[in-house]
């Protein structure tokens, strides 16, 4: 089925229709492209958190989830290298989805040239031992509070591999003579698996996907993709994360204004495709491309809407700033005494603030369900 109306930049349009074909289901995919810091990792793992309690039924096993994914951001910091070219301190990746019953964890950061051979070391030395002697090595670690030179090997990296029955999958990717990016993915299973005495190995394809997706998203310059349940507690997490992501000017408040009003939209106003109502299904993405800023947003929307909302937009794409003001006051007037709520303000003031018409487009799902994509370009 053909779209109904799509004025989308081409740049995007491919990648949002894969990222949203299954969106549908209960799976996450967060995608953080930046500089990583401790706040960052505080915010992604309060993120993971909501995510994880209501993903994971089993207690004791969300306790497993949330330590692996925590010693997993925690190791960024343990071996990242802070390059001379400030740019490239932006590429740092987390990458955390859940597919089925697995969560993947995947970090990408600089490291310096020189301490690859040390950290491969390590990497190959816990890939080799059996889960016995990764518990008798983490006792020893604790017990000494200090690394021991023989064991080669770090805490975290070492508890990573223990608690998730895996061996660590990882990749040094050369980006000059000074630095590379290290990738490092975690897989943990969720669901009641009887453990063997070997780790077992990951699927060497997903990282050399994730390399080149990360290729991607450098060239898009992406900032910041969700992909999963737009509940408050998440889109609370996701403000948290902008702050972190664009200095303070009035660019950064215009775009926290405008994404806030997107992110409700889809919490208020999107549908479900499937009978669970307790959860809003949604995608959402910044990225900065030639002099702008993108925030491009997709929800399910029933077919009957569509014409009513495709015509209020358009609408609105042809106003200029003096109709868009008249608007904007005579709906501020509009308020309804008894729920005080202000009536059909989002849209007229997102394109208030960002003085830019909107693309949108309509992706028949079946015949009663369509998928909205909705993007807004602000000058930055």
Avoid: C
């Avoid at 951001?73 to 290298?81: E, P, R, T, V």
């Avoid at 737009?230 to 972190?244: A, G, P, V, Y």
């Avoid at 409700?264 to 949604?282: A, L, S, T, V």
């Amino acid at each position: 089925m053909e779209n109904s109306h799509s004025n989308i930049a081409p740049v995007f349009n491919d990648f949002i229709h894969d990222m949203v074909q299954d969106i549908h289901r209960t799976d996450l995919e967060y995608i953080y492209r930046g500089i990583i810091n401790s706040e960052i990792v505080a915010n992604t793992l309060e993120l993971a958190k909501t995510n994880i309690e209501k993903t994971v039924e089993i207690i004791p096993m969300r306790h497993r989830v949330y330590f692996i994914m925590g010693e997993g951001l925690q190791n960024i910091a343990k071996h990242q290298d802070t390059p001379d070219e400030k740019d490239l301190s932006y590429n740092s990746l987390i990458y955390i989805s859940k597919k089925d019953n697995k969560y993947y964890i995947t970090t990408a950061n600089i490291i310096s040239n020189k301490n690859v051979p040390y950290l491969k070391e390590k990497l190959d030395r816990i890939n080799e031992l059996s889960l016995s002697e990764l518990r008798q090595l983490a006792r020893e670690i604790r017990k000494n509070n200090v690394l021991d030179n023989n064991s080669n090997a770090n805490i975290g990296l070492v508890e990573i591999a223990k608690r998730s029955g895996r061996k660590l999958l990882y990749e040094f990717r050369e980006i000059n003579d000074q630095y590379s990016y290290f990738y490092l993915n975690i897989e943990i299973e969720i669901s009641n698996i009887q453990k063997t005495e070997h780790l077992e190995s990951q699927d060497r394809s997903y990282i050399e996907y994730l390399i080149n997706f990360h290729d991607f998203l450098n060239e898009i310059d992406a900032r910041l993709i969700f992909k999963g349940d737009f509940s408050q507690d998440n889109i609370l997490s996701l403000l948290e994360m902008l702050k972190h992501q664009i200095p303070e000017s009035t660019v950064s408040i215009k775009i926290n204004n405008i994404m806030i009003e997107m992110l409700q939209n889809i919490e208020k106003h999107g549908d479900n495709i499937e009978e669970n109502k307790n959860w809003k299904p949604g995608f959402f993405m910044i990225n900065y491309k030639d002099g702008r800023f993108y925030l491009t947003s997709a929800n399910y929307i029933q077919n009957e809407k569509i014409n009513a909302l495709e015509e209020k937009i358009i609408s609105l794409n042809k106003m200029n700033k003096e109709d868009l003001s008249q608007i904007y006051k005579k709906k501020l007037l509009e308020i309804d005494s008894i729920t005080a709520q202000k009536s059909g303000l989002g849209f007229i003031d997102i394109r208030r603030r960002s003085n830019n018409p909107f693309n949108f487009s309509f992706v028949p799902i079946n015949d009663k369900i369509s998928l909205f994509i909705f993007q807004v370009i602000i000058n930055g």
